[in-house]
């Protein structure tokens, strides 16, 4: 039992490891270190959360050819670590999981190749409300999402001083789990499909077209890494567990053996023999 008991402990240290070397840091600013829920009509949450299943491998370029191009274009790519909400929308299980995790990679993308210093901050404006339309022929489907994720789609009003509305996009204290609510089947991404973003406000709307194909590119950038804890943690236990039932039957085994080689060939005297030697 002792052997069994050292066993979970150390199943148990193992996995204690993984979950803490997949966490992702965050990249939080100076400034902005609340998200925003433009349709709750408060700020977000500071939140952590470790990644133990997910890595960013950004390449060089995304390439993508519209369907209407004749040519492919190059797309910028975030380089740094991506912020949490990132992986918070790839594992979400959410219908648009990739949709809205390619937003928000493509959208840090474009803020990092602006070339200014303040591209990654985002002055929230009361009452908006953005959401992510997805057109096809004879399809229609619309989910929302936090309007920071759009920051660089938009324009954005001058802050006053001390404004609490400031949000710094590359922040991994943002909080995205409010607007997690379309569950289901992962949307099917095509070529034909088009993705419209609106940012609404009460006197004004914006929309710009993007298409669906590309922000499922950025999705691919986030990949699963390695064997999910579990799969791996009940079969290393079982095999664990297998060798040492195996060793405690062999030695059982070679006991019973050994006893037999030091017991007597014959333990009962025949009555009236006697030996001449």
């Not at 997949?22 to 609340?34: D, I, K, L, P, V």
């Not at 210093?117 to 997805?134: D, N, V």
């Not at 890494?225 to 095999?239: A, D, M």
Request: hydrophobic share 30%; glycine share 6%.
């Amino acid at each position: 039992m002792d052997i069994i008991h050292t066993v979970f402990v150390y199943v148990f240290i193992v996995n204690v490891c993984v979950v803490a070397r997949g966490g992702h840091g965050g990249h939080g600013g100076s400034h902005g270190s609340h998200g925003h829920s433009s349709y709750h009509g408060s700020h977000g949450h500071h939140v952590t959360a470790s990644h133990t299943h997910y890595t960013y491998h950004p390449p060089r370029h995304v390439m993508y050819t519209c369907r209407h191009c004749a040519s492919t274009e190059m797309y910028p790519v975030y380089r740094p670590m991506p912020p949490t909400y990132v992986y918070v929308y790839k594992e979400s299980g959410s219908r648009y999981a990739d949709i809205l995790t390619g937003l928000s990679l493509y959208n840090l993308g474009r803020s990092t190749s602006m070339g200014w210093a303040r591209s990654h901050e985002y002055y929230a404006q009361p009452g908006e409300r953005c959401s992510l339309q997805i057109i096809e022929r004879l399809h229609f489907e619309e989910t929302e999402f936090p309007c920071f994720m759009i920051s660089s789609f938009i324009e954005s009003t001058a802050p006053k001083a001390n404004d609490t509305r400031q949000v710094d996009i590359s922040s991994s204290k943002i909080d995205v789990k409010p607007f997690l609510k379309d569950m289901g089947p992962a949307l099917q991404v095509t070529n034909d499909q088009e993705c419209v973003l609106w940012h609404n406000l009460t006197m004004h709307k914006e929309r710009n077209h993007v298409p669906c194909a590309l922000l499922k590119e950025y999705a691919n950038t986030v990949r699963q890494s390695g064997v999910p804890t579990y799969i791996w943690l009940p079969t290393l236990l079982g095999t664990i567990i297998a060798i040492y039932l195996c060793c405690a039957c062999f030695c059982r085994e070679k006991e019973k053996e050994t006893v037999k080689e030091e017991a007597p060939l014959n333990e009962l005297r025949v009555q009236g023999y006697c030996s001449n030697y």
